[in-house]
């Protein structure tokens, strides 16, 4: 119980930089598919570590339940957030679809 865990950060900080980075300099700035491959692949990280926790609690190397707890709800939290980021995409793409030209 004296282990304090944080909780690790989704991408490589404020989404805002890149606005400052567009006007700087375009080059720099990672395109809407490199930064969501990055962030799937940060939710994807966040599953296989819940499940090596609940392997490992399976196991008995794991006492701690609230550590496997965090583990899963994290994973959770991102896994729900990617859903909602897809649904709001797709969501703009059939906008996009229906306009007039």
């Known amino acids: 119980m004296d282990q304090i865990h944080s909780v690790s950060p989704i991408g490589n900080g404020n989404p805002l930089d890149n606005i400052a980075k567009v006007k ?6 990672p395109s809407f598919k490199d930064t969501m491959g990055a962030f799937m692949k940060d939710v994807n990280s966040m599953q296989v570590k819940a499940d090596e926790s609940i392997n490992r609690m399976a196991a008995g190397e794991i006492t701690d339940v609230h550590q496997v707890m965090n583990a899963v709800e994290e994973a959770n939290v991102a896994f729900n957030m990617m859903m909602e980021i897809r649904n709001k995409v ?12």
């Open 24 to 29: 700087s300099n375009p080059k720099d700035v």
């Open 90 to 101: 797709m969501d703009a793409y059939q906008e996009i679809l229906r306009m007039r030209l």
